[in-house]
């Protein structure tokens, strides 16, 4: 079993930073993809960015590339999402996700259902 502990988010004006975190632990096995998902109210859960954990590529949602960034954390198994330009749009509770097992394909990395287990989420509110 592996657990997701996100750190950061918060309320933010539009324009602003804010920096989120997180931290796999427990029995890693395999470990392919670590990234984040959102989710606002009445929406479906969006993919945002991943990134492998084994060679660094990274993907990004349409909506987020040029405004943020994910990157591996300096500790294994942990990733950082920079989250720059900030639009009251992106106003949504983010999922840190975690993927283990063989490399799946790039047009996989974008949907939910190729990720294995999920952070409790974390609330991110941009203001106008």
């Known amino acids: 079993q592996v657990q997701l502990t996100e750190s950061g988010g918060g309320l933010v004006q539009a324009g602003g930073s804010l920096r989120l975190s997180c931290a796999a632990s427990?029995?890693?096995?395999?470990?392919?993809?670590m990234g984040w998902f959102r989710q606002a109210p009445g929406k479906e859960r969006e993919f945002v960015a991943t990134i492998r954990l084994s060679g660094g590529n990274t993907y990004y949602g349409s909506s987020v590339k040029g405004r943020f960034t994910i990157s591996r954390g300096s500790a294994k198994n942990t990733v950082d999402l920079q989250m720059n330009s900030l639009k009251p749009e992106d106003t949504a509770v983010y999922y840190c996700?975690?993927?283990?097992?063989?490399?799946?394909?790039?047009?996989?990395?974008?949907?939910?259902?190729?990720?294995?287990?999920w952070g409790q989420g974390t609330q991110v509110t941009v203001s106008s």
């Open positions: 427990g029995e890693i096995v395999s470990p392919d993809l």
């Open positions: 996700a975690f993927r283990a097992g063989n490399r799946i394909i790039v047009s996989a990395v974008y949907s939910k259902n190729s990720y294995t287990y």
